[in-house]
């Protein structure tokens, strides 16, 4: 009895700390593999589940103010890297047109300034003449189901997202690994253990090497 209680209390640390991590683990991430799963899917029948795009198109006139400061902006000679429009410039841009050109790089000219602002499920571009103030601008929508499936494949969703994305990404290693070793630990009264988990691998590896072609 004295040699049989260390493996026992060792076994009920360990069991208590997976399921600590695996509840936790789980907890964290449900959303996201919720998220996951369901854009999963959507993207895998991407070409049946159609969406009729919006397309909004505006021309405006950049106020004298902001164009007198996008006029003093840097010559194209003097440009090292794709600098984002003024902040006056940027907020006229946004109150007379829609789109939202703060901080986005830009592609300047000698002639126009042009900001193509991509975002999960839409797209967005303005274009100004620098020597008359002429804007035009437009706007593309493709729907909620787009919008989902950029933010599965991470696509236009800023750094926040990037971060967000491989966070839930370690949530959810945890919660396999927690997962297969309490699997491992419950095996012994439960004989369908491992016949399943060959079973969940086998098959894709079958599909992979059967029914994959160059």
């Known amino acids: 009895m004295k040699q049989s209680r260390p493996r026992k209390s060792s076994r009920q640390f360990w069991m208590k700390q997976l399921h600590t991590w695996h509840w936790v683990s789980a907890a964290v991430s449900l959303v ?11 993207l895998n029948h991407a070409a049946s589940i159609g969406a009729e795009p919006t397309v909004e198109t505006a021309q405006a006139q950049l106020p004298a103010p902001a164009l007198a400061v996008l006029a003093k902006g840097p010559a194209v000679a003097e440009l090292t890297d ?31 300034v042009y900001v193509a602002v991509p975002g999960p499920g839409r797209d967005a571009w303005v274009s100004i003449d620098r020597a008359t103030g002429a804007m035009e601008a437009e706007r593309t929508n493709r729907g909620f189901i787009s919008f989902i499936n950029d933010l599965h ?9 990037f971060w967000l994305i491989d966070a839930l990404a370690v949530a959810c290693v945890i919660f396999t690994i927690t997962g297969f070793l309490l699997l491992q630990l419950h095996a012994k009264h439960r004989p369908s253990t491992w016949p399943l988990v060959g079973l969940g691998t086998a098959v894709p590896l079958i599909i992979i090497l059967l029914f994959m072609h160059n």
């Open 32 to 42: 996201a593999m919720f998220l996951f799963s369901i854009t999963g899917f959507t």
């Open 82 to 112: 794709a600098q984002p429009l003024p902040a006056t410039v940027a907020a006229d841009v946004q109150r007379l047109v829609g789109v939202n050109a703060r901080g986005v790089a830009a592609e300047w000219s000698d002639a126009e």
């Open 153 to 161: 494949k991470g696509r236009n969703t800023g750094t926040a997202w």
